[in-house]
């Protein structure tokens, strides 16, 4: 049977490719300690779980397309404390931000066309890409220089005439950078002055460690036209099995569009939207903790993995992940064999092997992204075994 073209260019995620292979080891007594997926394990504020003891509709039943008004209206009044008015008809309510990402890709991409991105780069954004029949140029960036790419004349250096868009991540996934006012003014006029969309994955705004003010690339009101941003519950609120996020544009035919793939899936959950809408009642003091308990553990694993000799990091200024380059051949084959053949007193550990978060063939072979979101007595346990795999790795 034949299979499309698009799909054969995906590969699977690098981060939970590896999930049968970790069942196996669950399976022969190994506790594996999991550093490969961004799932948090800080509390989701009780007001989502309340919300949802407190529904007593007879019918449980299909929310609008758009989204429910009153999720709708509780982003608009997040964003209003952040300085951003948003009509109602900014605001589409999506299944996670990744549906915000396909959906804002299925509306700009054609056969042929490419996304400019900044590598290292979200995975998952190849995949979403390919299925549109596009492709990721990559903007190269030097961890030598904390990832940063913000230069004119580097970014314009790659556009050609099949770029239809700039896409960033801002706090990054996977290096951790944050951008500076300027860098996103900077961004921001590149895309306006080529004519291009910027589409901006912010789902990691609150969680920034250098006391900066929470920014948005919706503060510049002269990129209506070519603004896209992708907004999500899961992160903010350690809510990852809500699966809420929205598309929020100015552009109103871009969401006149968008509108149809929403109408098309019919509508996203409609108990967990109305939980979602709950969350926007947490209060400053609960994303100061949290950012709290994020840079000790972001500090723990970069002080413990500068002990592993051969590891080097860029000790990242958000979001909750880092890229590490290790002294092994092959960080997919190492993986594989951390969960095969070895244990330390019956425990192991996962990352997430980083060449699929590169666009440039070859890159990233030996390096990982590590989600730093386990406590730390934890954190420290899996960077311990991370030293011991590479020492017992390389010694075969």
């Known amino acids: 049977m034949r299979f499309s073209h ?9 981060m939970r490719k590896f999930h049968p292979y970790a069942v196996a080891a669950k399976e022969k007594g190994k506790t594996v300690y999991h550093l490969n997926i961004g799932q948090p394990d800080v509390p989701t504020p009780p007001a989502f779980f309340e919300a949802i003891r407190a529904f007593e509709q007879p019918v449980l039943a299909y929310a609008p397309s758009p989204g429910i008004p009153e999720l709708i209206a509780a982003i ?26 396909s959906i804002t890709l299925q509306c700009i991409l054609d056969d042929g066309d490419e996304i400019l991105i900044p590598e290292p780069f979200y995975p998952n954004y190849n995949t979403m890409t390919r299925t549109c029949g596009a492709s990721i140029h990559p903007l190269p960036t030097d961890p030598a220089k904390g990832y940063h790419y913000a230069v004119r004349a580097q970014i314009e250096a790659e556009i050609n005439e099949h770029t239809r868009a700039i896409m960033v991540t801002n706090p990054g996934n996977p290096t951790g950078t944050v951008l500076s006012e300027d860098e996103m003014r900077l961004i921001a006029d590149v895309a306006r002055d080529n004519d291009l969309y910027l589409i901006a994955d912010e789902a990691y705004r609150e969680f920034v460690y250098g006391g900066e003010a929470l920014r948005t690339f919706a503060s510049f009101d002269d990129i209506d036209e070519n603004l896209i941003v992708v907004d999500t519950v899961s992160k903010r609120f350690s809510a990852c099995g809500a699966r809420i996020g929205c598309l929020i544009s ?20 409609t108990l967990d939207q109305v939980a979602s809408a709950k969350l926007y009642t947490v209060g400053p003091e609960y994303f100061a903790a949290v950012r709290e308990e994020y840079k000790l553990r972001r500090d723990t694993v970069v002080a413990k993995l500068q002990e592993i000799p051969g590891v080097r990091c860029v000790c990242p200024g958000g979001a909750f992940y880092l890229m590490a380059d290790l002294p092994v051949d092959d960080a997919d084959a190492f993986q594989r064999w951390l969960l095969e053949e070895f244990d330390d007193k019956g425990d192991t ?41 590479i020492e017992a790795y390389n010694r075969r």
């Open 250 to 269: 100015r552009n109103e035919k871009l969401m006149a569009h968008a509108l149809k793939y929403c109408q098309a899936r019919l509508s996203v959950s």
């Open 349 to 389: 550990v996962m990352f997430a092997p980083g060449e699929p978060f590169y666009a440039t063939p070859g890159k990233g072979r030996s390096e990982v992204r590590i989600a730093y979101v386990l406590e730390k007595e934890k954190l420290e346990r899996a960077i311990e075994l991370l030293g011991l795999g």
């Open 76 to 101: 608009q009044g997040y964003y209003a404390k952040l300085g951003i008015p948003l009509a109602e008809g900014n605001i589409l309510i999506t299944a996670g931000g990744s549906e915000a990402l």
């Open 6 to 14: 698009k799909v054969e260019l995906c590969g699977l995620s690098p």
